[in-house]
């Protein structure tokens, strides 16, 4: 499974981006879906998950403005990014997390789509 993740841009502060996170198969198979990001100079951290039975789970930093959901139908993933602010600004990744037999873990990622936020 192949993951291609698109929609990042330039925005102002407080304005909005819908990120996509299309697989190339059925998400049904994932455990977690997730969005990171990673700024210059800094780690990749986690910004949002999503299980398969629709729990989500948020950075502190994004709380209340940013939610993640998916379409299974469509096998795509999302991340609503409102009141956007300039530490915002990181290029963003999809990950996908599968367990098969015996908890072997597979990782998926998509490449990354920068998101920009100027003040």
């Known amino acids: 499974v192949q993951l291609q993740a698109s929609g990042g841009g330039l925005v102002q502060t407080g304005g909005s981006l819908r990120l996509s996170c299309a697989a190339s198969g059925s998400i049904f198979e994932f455990n977690i879906m997730g969005w990171y990001r990673q700024a210059p100079g800094k780690q990749r951290e986690l910004v949002a998950s999503?299980?398969?039975?629709?729990?989500?789970n948020y950075a502190d930093s994004v709380k209340g403005r940013f939610t993640i959901s998916k379409d299974n139908a469509k096998n795509t993933m999302y991340l609503q990014m409102n009141s956007l602010k300039p530490e915002d600004t990181a290029v963003y990744y999809c990950h996908a997390l599968r367990y098969g037999n015996w908890a072997q873990r597979y990782d998926y990622w998509g490449q990354g789509t920068q998101v920009t936020v100027s003040s």
């Open positions: 999503i299980t398969s039975g629709d729990m989500s």
